[in-house]
């Protein structure tokens, strides 16, 4: 579904990605494991069309969304949802999943998928007329979640959905990725909670320094002494 090859990223002089490669195939939860400053962010950047890679493709469904911009890569099926949630703080819970789908035409489509975000999301629904900003940080992530939702993407991105939540928000958040995934839609999950992101994942990669140090199967990098120190806690 989704075909990353050789991309190099860079910030001004910086080179944040170094020759990385990834694959995601349809129906998919593929994981992205790394210490801080790894890359993790740059590499869902710049699939979802933030940042343009200086070399390299990154092919979607067959067509090179290479330096597309991000508004065609999300009518082409791909969605993001940025690290630290960014929701529109003074719009409603409504109006921000609204903008979700400001792109589609299909007013009866849009219908469905303010239902398919309230049965995933009930906390949503009690608080539609609420001021986002006003909400906290577990229900602005569902929001967020959800306004990716709303665009109907084939492709969901997650940047560090769990991050600032508490244990059983989390336990929570990764239930719906799961549901998510059921439901139809592929996903590439960044996370620093490598336990729970290996323990939904059918793939996973990790990265260290811009590059691509590890893949495999979740249960191959469970059992990595490497994997097991630097990012399990040595468990
Ligand atoms: P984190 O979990 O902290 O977000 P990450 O793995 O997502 O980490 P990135 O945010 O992709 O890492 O950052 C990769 C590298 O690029 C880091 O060295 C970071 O300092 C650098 N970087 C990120 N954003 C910028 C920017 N806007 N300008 C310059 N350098 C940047």
Redesign the pocket.
């Known amino acids: 579904m989704l075909k990353v090859e050789g991309i190099n990223v860079y910030?001004?002089h910086?080179q944040?990605?170094k020759e990385v490669s990834l694959e995601i195939k349809q129906g998919e939860i593929v994981t992205l494991i790394?210490?801080?400053?790894?890359?993790?962010?740059?590499?869902?950047?710049t699939i979802s069309g933030l940042l343009k890679p200086k070399k390299g493709t990154v092919v979607f469904e067959g067509k090179n969304i290479n330096g597309k911009a991000a508004q065609t890569i999300v009518k082409q099926g791909i969605s993001h949802v940025p690290?630290g949630r960014r929701i529109f703080a003074n719009m409603s819970v409504e109006e921000n999943l609204e903008l979700g789908a400001y792109l589609r035409k299909d007013k009866k489509g849009v219908k469905d998928d303010f239902d398919m975000v309230f049965d995933l999301f009930p906390r949503l629904q009690e608080r539609i007329k609420q001021q986002a900003g006003t909400l906290s940080g577990g229900e602005q992530q569902m929001l967020a979640m959800g306004r990716a939702l709303m665009a109907r993407p084939r492709l969901l991105l997650l940047?560090?959905p769990s991050m600032g939540l508490a244990p059983l928000l989390v336990k929570t958040i990764f239930r719906i990725i799961e549901e998510i995934n059921k439901g139809g839609t592929t996903i590439l999950l960044?996370e620093?909670n490598a336990h729970m992101a290996l323990s939904v994942a059918n793939m996973a990669y990790v990265?260290e320094?811009?590059r691509v140090v590890i893949s495999g199967h979740p249960d191959e990098l469970h059992s990595s002494e490497q994997v097991k120190m630097a990012y399990l806690g040595g468990h």
Not at 34 to 45: D, E, F, Q
């Open positions: 910030y001004g910086i944040a990605l790394g210490a801080n400053g790894a890359g993790k962010s740059t590499l869902l950047k690290e940047d560090e960044v620093q990265l320094t811009g």
